[in-house]
Nanobody, 114 residues
Framework: QVQLIESGGGLVQPGGSLTLSCVAS????????IAWYRQAPGKEREYVAS??????HYADSLKDRFTISRDNAKNTATLQMDNLEPEDTAVYYC?????????WGKGTLVTVSS
């Protein structure tokens, strides 16, 4: 059983930065990606970024402002978000998929507003 707990969300002004963290518990394999997704009000959940022990991958529209990293020793994935825009307002979810199972955290809310 895998559990994912996100933290770090909050209110930030446009142009600001925020760092989200995802702590995973259970059997976590470093070769399997930990990913971030987000869901804005009234929209479908969308992919943000993912990280394995060999590399990172980003949604094209976010790669210039978001940075994902991973600490395998701590089973933690971090999403650094810079130059935030109101359109980044969403609930951000951590995801881990392995062995046909898809695990999600409960999400952390990011609000970008002046």
């Amino acid at each position: 059983q895998v559990q994912l707990i996100e933290s770090g969300g909050g209110l930030v002004q446009p142009g600001g930065s925020l760092t989200l963290s995802c702590v995973a518990s259970g059997t976590i394999v470093s070769t399997r990606p930990i990913a971030w997704y987000r869901q804005a009000p009234g929209k479908e959940r969308e992919y943000v970024a993912s990280v394995t022990n060999t590399g990172t991958h980003y949604a094209d529209s976010l790669k210039d402002r978001f940075t994902i990293s991973r600490d395998n020793a701590k089973n933690t994935a971090t999403l650094q978000m810079d130059n935030l825009e109101p359109e980044d307002t969403a609930v951000y979810y951590c995801n881990y998929a392995t062995g046909g199972m898809n695990y999600w955290g409960k999400g952390t809310l990011v609000t970008v507003s002046s």
